[in-house]
């Protein structure tokens, strides 16, 4: 794992495998022949229960097998989490921007870097160009707003012990 945020093009290949043509689920596991591993589904025609085969797992451990089963079912369940959680941050950093919430990054304790990172973003797309004339680019529009916020904060020069 890592602590690198994934990019908006790497989460765009993983989104775009058509999963549509991915056998459906839920996807299962039973010992096969030999006794090695197999990933199957369940199958109904003519009113009778069989299975097919998607995988036989030569040499994979269980658990590794177990997790290529679960896969087509968590891998669309992590997706739309991931789209929901995103959606979340932005509508708050929208909405922190509309309300004009001094958020001071130079405070003794600053932001999250995923909320400072929406902040800017949602200045930056800010359509009607209100809060920055519409002219900066995504890295002026966070210098900008860390100077004016900081600004904000500290009238006075002062920053926040």
Known sequence: MTDTPMTPDRLSQIQNRNLDEVTDGPWLVADGS????VVY????????TGARVL???DGASEADVQFIASARQSVPELLAEVDRL???LSEAAAWLVRAGYPVDW???E?????LREAVVDAVHA???GTVHGGELT?????AWLAVEVRAFAHPDGEPTP
């Open 41 to 48: 589904v369940e199958t109904l025609r003519d009113g009778r």
């Open 86 to 88: 995103r959606r979340a």
């Open 34 to 37: 030999g006794g090695r591993p």
């Open 138 to 142: 995504r890295d002026e529009v966070a």
């Open 110 to 114: 600053p932001p999250p870097d995923a």
């Open 55 to 57: 995988l036989s797992a």
């Open 126 to 128: 800010d359509p009607t």
């Open 106 to 108: 130079s405070a003794h």
